[in-house]
Every structure is written in structure tokens, then in C-alpha cells.
């Protein structure tokens, strides 16, 4: 049983750091380019909707119109810190915080899960509105705090990229003029 929770975090582990990490790293153009990819991602990632992607893809489409770019593919790679298994939970997390940012009582989890298990139909309408105003504004704080967080962490390692393989071409350079 133990062998089979490691794997799974192993396989979870690699397959992570192949859709978000990998990119970053064949990623050629400048760090900003990179980060702002990172942050946008990020900040759709967080928003309390479906079809986050869809969402990457219009900023990026508007966003060239007026001569601002960032990484598509990057940007579409981290929606994905929300998915079928952390959307529930993330949105839980979303009403307590905007509940406690709009002074309202908090109910329970189990209160919350309730109304998601008498249909996905009635769910969702249960969910917009009683808990849409606490959701909304819970939600704005994670997606400012963990987009400008992604923006900071992931230019720091497009920086940190880039000087490697400039010393690593540097050094190739070297060698090559020794022969």
C-alpha cells in the first residue's frame, strides 16, 4: 500500500514538473515573457469559473492587440492548479475567505458539500446565490497573492535559466577555441 502512495506522488510529482517546469525551461525568449505567462495562468487558474483556458486564450489574443506578450503555452499549463479534484475544495476555501472579508457567518464544510450532492444543476444555483458574493471576493485574493507570487518566483527561475545557458554557451565557446 505504502509503495503504491509513493508512486502515485512520484507519477503526480513527474507529471507536473512536465506540464509546468519543462516549458519554462525550453522557453527562449526573455523572462518577462515568461513570468507574465506564469501570472496570467495563474490568475485564471484561481478565478472560481469553468473553461479557465478559454479565458488565457482571449487575454492573450487582447492583450496582442495592444503589444503586450507573454507565454501561451505556459500561461494555458498552470489553469491547471484547479481541476475536478481541487475545485470543490478551492472554492470552500474562496467562501471562507471572503466571508471573513465580508464580516458574514461561516457555515461548515459539510453544509457546503451539501448542496453539490443533490445535483451539479442545483448545486450551482444554490452556490450563486448563497455563497456567490463570499466566493467571488475570497477568490480575488488568491488570484492577485498567487499570480504576483508566480510572476516573482517563476522570473527569478527564467533569470536563473537564462544565465545558465549563457555560461554554458560561454564555456562551449571556450572549449571549442582551445582546439
Not at 492577485?144 to 522570473?155: C, D, E, H, P, T
Amino acid at each position: 500500500m505504502m509503495n503504491k502512495i509513493k508512486n502515485y506522488f512520484r507519477n503526480l510529482y513527474r507529471y507536473c514538473y512536465m506540464k509546468l517546469i519543462i516549458p519554462m525551461k525550453r522557453e527562449r525568449h526573455n523572462p518577462q515573457y515568461i513570468a507574465w505567462g506564469t501570472a496570467v495562468g495563474l490568475f485564471c487558474g484561481f478565478t472560481p469559473i469553468v473553461w479557465q483556458m478559454n479565458v488565457v486564450f482571449i487575454i492573450w489574443f487582447i492583450a496582442r492587440l495592444f503589444k503586450f506578450h507573454f507565454s501561451l503555452p505556459i500561461g494555458l499549463a498552470w489553469t491547471w492548479i484547479s481541476n475536478s479534484f481541487t475545485n470543490l475544495p478551492l472554492f470552500y476555501l474562496y467562501y471562507i475567505t471572503g466571508s471573513i472579508m465580508l464580516g458574514q457567518e461561516i457555515g461548515g464544510y459539510d453544509e457546503f458539500m451539501g448542496f453539490f450532492q443533490n445535483g451539479i444543476i442545483e448545486g450551482i444555483k444554490q452556490t450563486f446565490i448563497f455563497w456567490g458574493k463570499p466566493i467571488l471576493f475570497g477568490s480575488f485574493v488568491y488570484m492577485i497573492l498567487f499570480s504576483v507570487a508566480g510572476y516573482f518566483i517563476s522570473y527569478k527561475y527564467a533569470c536563473r535559466l537564462r544565465d545558465k545557458y549563457a555560461a554554458k554557451r560561454l564555456n562551449n565557446k571556450n572549449l571549442e577555441g582551445a582546439y
